[in-house]
């Protein structure tokens, strides 16, 4: 740890799916979140970071600009190792 915000992306990242907007129904809030997937696969953090910009507008306020790519590499990374990609 002592990464910075890629530990703040790397902590939340297993609990995306529990942080559901109050506005929107769960089998739609899985929906978007199943649409996490492709760019984190893809570990494309710019994709990434775009997913979060749109369901997690106020989250991201709170991250410095200049951080957000350390937050979405953090996410990809935590996911790696939650999908039996990580190193050990």
Partial sequence: M???YRDVGYLFAPHVCR???????????L???RSLAAPVEAENPAAVEQWFHAHYPLLMDLIPQGRHQDFADGVIE????LNGGGEE
């Fill in 2 to 4: 002592k990464q910075g």
């Fill in 19 to 29: 942080f559901r907007p109050a506005t929107v129904p769960g089998w739609l809030w």
């Fill in 31 to 33: 929906r978007r979140v």
């Fill in 78 to 81: 935590r996911v790696a190792e």
